[in-house]
């Protein structure tokens, strides 16, 4: 089991380059499904959750080679069968579920194990199904499997009680194939969703508005193979700004797309934080005298529920009180009790945390409960006085592509032990 020791005090300079997005490559991969032709995924990030998501569809026959210099994935889904994913696989991670549209499609047929994923929230996956049985899918779900088959998907409108990202993209899959005409409202807008679109649409599909909350899909006969650069990590460009603030330093940020950060930009500079664009890039300036604010996380384009904990950390140093309400999860609070094992003065309030800045966190032994819970972590041992011991780093490397090395190089002192 790997940890990130951090020694907390330094200031961060120079440059930081983004990787592509997970949550992008994730959907993007199991559409991998839809096509028997090779697929082509570059400048992927090697992440555990890429590995898992490859040796699930490795384990239902896809032939999956990754490059690991040229980070470039080729999925051959020729000789995909209908078949159940390696249960401990899918139990691993949640979006394991997103093989349940491309399968349907293919194979008019799916069963797999109720996927797992980080501790936040009990996560259902009602609106999915609703979905596929829209399309006219039988579903049954029991003694911990999904299974669903049909004849011939047939599109139909759909409106979603809740814009979900994966049941978005899991019906945008579900429907390219199917007879008609399908309409998707209330749909999730998370440029993750838009990227999945693109890559659907060069591979032949015929689908308008993917990343808005309307989405058409006109039904085609069949996809073909494509190659495709997959869009850049929003998520760790705002763990990196909030880098900056919370360690009060400035430094540049490579590889970013301004449009996708609106939401983070626009708090982070609410708080007192200088952004500069510069072209692909920005400059974070964090040095600066910072206020307290109230944030409240959305679907997008709201405030992300996946900078939550972050902005948290940062708050938990900016003198005065700041309230961060949590309206996506309901227990994604986790970490608001190790960050106080680091001094910090947080109340959970029920969705709320009440934000209480301290002049100092202190290096403490805490543990990341999940992904982003364990970023947040790394940050605010970055800010601390003395050393921060973080364990279970593992839930950081399903979305983080070398955290610690990418820390290092703008200065921080930083280290993995693995025992
Ligand atoms: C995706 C992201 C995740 C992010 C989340 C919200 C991926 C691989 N993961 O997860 O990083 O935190 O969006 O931005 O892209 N819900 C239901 N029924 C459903 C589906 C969802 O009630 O059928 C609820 C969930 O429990 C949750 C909320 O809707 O409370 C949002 O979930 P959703 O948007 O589906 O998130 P994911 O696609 O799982």
């Given at each position: 089991?790997?940890?990130?020791?951090?020694?907390?005090?330094?200031?961060?300079?120079?440059?930081?380059?983004?990787?592509?997005?997970?949550?992008?490559?994730?959907?993007?991969?199991?559409?991998c499904i839809l096509s028997s032709d090779k697929c082509i995924i570059d400048d992927v990030p090697l992440l555990e959750d890429v590995f898992v998501i490859s040796n699930i569809l490795k384990s239902i026959g896809a032939e999956i080679n990754i490059d690991k210099n040229s980070n470039k994935i080729v999925i051959d889904s020729s000789n995909?069968?209908?078949?159940?994913?390696?249960?401990?696989?899918?139990?691993k991670m949640r979006a394991s579920f997103l093989i349940?549209?491309?399968?349907?499609?293919?194979?008019?047929?799916?069963?797999?194990?109720?996927?797992?994923?980080?501790?936040?929230?009990?996560?259902?996956?009602?609106l999915h199904l609703k979905g596929f049985n829209a399309l006219?899918?039988?579903?049954?779900?029991?003694?911990?499997y999904v299974e669903a088959s049909v004849d011939k998907l047939i599109g139909n409108n759909i409106y979603l009680d809740f814009p979900s990202v994966g049941a978005t993209e899991n019906i945008m899959m579900a429907a390219v194939m199917a007879e008609g005409e399908t309409i998707i409202e209330n749909a999730a807008e998370e440029p993750e969703i838009a990227d999945l679109g693109k890559f659907l649409n060069n591979m032949g599909a015929s689908i308008i508005g993917a990343g808005s909350d309307t989405i058409?899909?006109?039904?085609?006969?069949?996809?073909?193979?494509?190659?495709?650069?997959?869009?850049?990590?929003?998520?760790?460009c705002g763990t990196f700004m909030v880098a900056?603030?919370?360690?009060?330093?400035?430094?540049?940020?490579?590889?970013v797309n301004l449009e996708y950060l609106k939401p983070i930009i626009a708090k982070l500079t609410e708080a007192g934080v200088y952004i500069k664009p510069h072209g692909n890039s920005v400059i974070v300036d964090g040095n600066r005298d910072l206020k307290p604010i109230d944030v409240k996380t959305m679907p997008y384009p709201g405030f992300p529920t996946d900078m939550q904990s972050q902005i948290t950390g940062l708050l938990a140093t900016v003198t005065g009180t700041s309230i961060v309400t949590e309206t996506i999860f309901e227990n994604r609070f986790m970490h608001a009790a190790e960050?106080?094992?680091?001094?910090?003065?947080?109340?959970?309030?029920?969705?709320?945390?009440?934000?209480?800045?301290?002049?100092?966190l202190t290096g403490a032994e805490v543990r990341a409960t999940d992904l982003r819970a364990g970023a947040a972590l790394i940050l605010c041992g970055l800010a601390a006085e003395g050393e921060t011991e973080i364990s279970d780093i593992y839930h950081v490397d399903r979305g983080y592509v070398s955290i610690e090395n990418k820390f290092k190089a703008l200065g921080a002192d930083i280290a993995r032990v693995v025992n």
């Open positions: 089991m790997s940890k990130i020791i951090v020694r907390g005090g330094n200031k961060l300079h120079g440059e930081v380059k983004i990787s592509s997005a997970k949550n992008a490559v994730l959907p993007i991969m199991a559409a995909i069968r209908d078949s159940m994913p390696d249960s401990e696989l899918v139990k349940m549209g491309p399968m349907i499609s293919r194979f008019g047929h799916f069963k797999l194990s109720l996927p797992g994923g980080c501790n936040i929230g009990t996560r259902p996956i009602d006219r899918a039988n579903i049954d779900v029991g003694h911990g058409r899909i006109i039904g085609v006969k069949e996809l073909k193979g494509t190659t495709h650069n997959p869009i850049n990590d929003r998520i760790e900056a603030a919370i360690t009060r330093s400035k430094f540049k940020i490579n590889r960050m106080k094992r680091m001094g910090a003065n947080i109340k959970i309030d029920g969705r709320s945390a009440v934000i209480e800045g301290v002049p100092r």
